[in-house]
């Protein structure tokens, strides 16, 4: 609806995984670092966790996108199945759907899949996103899948992605054997409050082409600072309806007023066009 107003090719602060609008912070950096590292150098089971909202699964559609033409990756974006749909539907991510649902199927079906990439020079990497939500019984089963190995290298590397709970659940006395095949568990940190003026700046240049600069000012990145915690989730969702109230009040830049409003549509779950008195009070302002 703004979009033309401030001269936009495209929103840029929606809340899809699109790896152009990937700001890399110093933890967002280190974090593909260690997956990077981790896939490359066949290390077997990584862990991403993360606040809700601080941009796990972006990292990890970036991470997809970097990665080698040897690797040959699956997502299972849904975590609450059993060990045996989550196997399914990985074996359909792969591209190899087994002879049946039966869980001897489906092994026999990775692991012939494994051998044969094996001989191309090729490997599996599984990501299992909101991994918080696994039961200890698919953890474990996950465990023993990370044994497909040859005497030099892993056949099969997983990538647990979740909310901060998981951390708690892989510590667990029960899970020792899975917790020391983890070689460290990533947690991504929020945007510095520091860095949300680059953050905002950085998704208006990639959505203007290079055209737009300056849109927020000063007031209006400190209310978005405060309200949004530096969680990139949040500071999407107010920029994006600061600047519908901005371009509605027939605004050129965003203020601490478009913001303050945003935040108290935000914060009603009142997600439509600007209230009817919202502009009718802007009016009055005005004159």
């Not at 970036?62 to 074996?91: C, G």
């Not at 990497?125 to 290298?153: G, H, K, P, W, Y």
């Not at 371009?247 to 779950?269: N, P, S, T």
Request: with cysteine; net charge neutral.
């Amino acid at each position: 609806m703004y979009e033309a107003h401030f001269g936009f090719r495209e929103s840029p602060f929606q809340i899809t995984p699109d790896p152009r609008f990937l700001f890399l912070t110093q933890s967002h950096r280190d974090a593909l670092t260690y997956l990077m590292t981790g896939v490359t150098e066949r290390k077997g089971i990584l862990v991403l966790t993360g606040e809700v909202g601080t941009g796990k699964t972006l990292m990890v559609r970036t991470l997809m996108e970097r990665l080698p033409e040897d690797v040959q990756t699956a997502i299972v974006m849904n975590a609450r199945l059993t060990f045996e749909q989550l196997l399914y539907l990985a074996l359909l991510d792969f591209g190899v759907p087994p002879k049946s649902r039966s869980k001897v199927d489906q092994l026999i079906t990775l692991q012939e899949h494994l051998l044969r990439l094996r001989d191309q020079g090729r490997t599996a990497f599984l990501t299992i996103d909101e991994a918080q939500t696994l039961t200890q019984e698919s953890l474990e089963e996950l465990r023993l899948l990370s044994n497909l190995e040859t005497t030099t290298e892993k056949l099969f590397q997983i990538l647990l992605v979740g909310q901060p709970e998981l951390k708690a659940t892989l510590n667990q006395h029960s899970l020792r054997q899975l917790r020391q095949r983890i070689p460290g568990i990533f947690d991504l940190s929020r945007v510095p409050a520091e860095s949300v003026w680059e953050y905002v700046e950085y998704r208006i240049q990639i959505a203007s082409e290079g055209r737009c600069s300056g849109l927020f000012n000063k007031e209006a990145l400190e209310g978005i600072v405060s309200f949004s915690k530096g969680i990139p989730r949040l500071i999407n969702q107010v920029c994006d309806r600061a600047l519908l109230v901005a371009y509605a009040w027939g605004a050129d830049q965003v203020d601490k007023v478009h913001v303050h409003e945003a935040i108290r549509d935000l914060e009603g779950g009142f997600l439509g066009a600007p209230r009817p008195e919202t502009l009718r009070n802007n009016i009055v302002r005005r004159s």
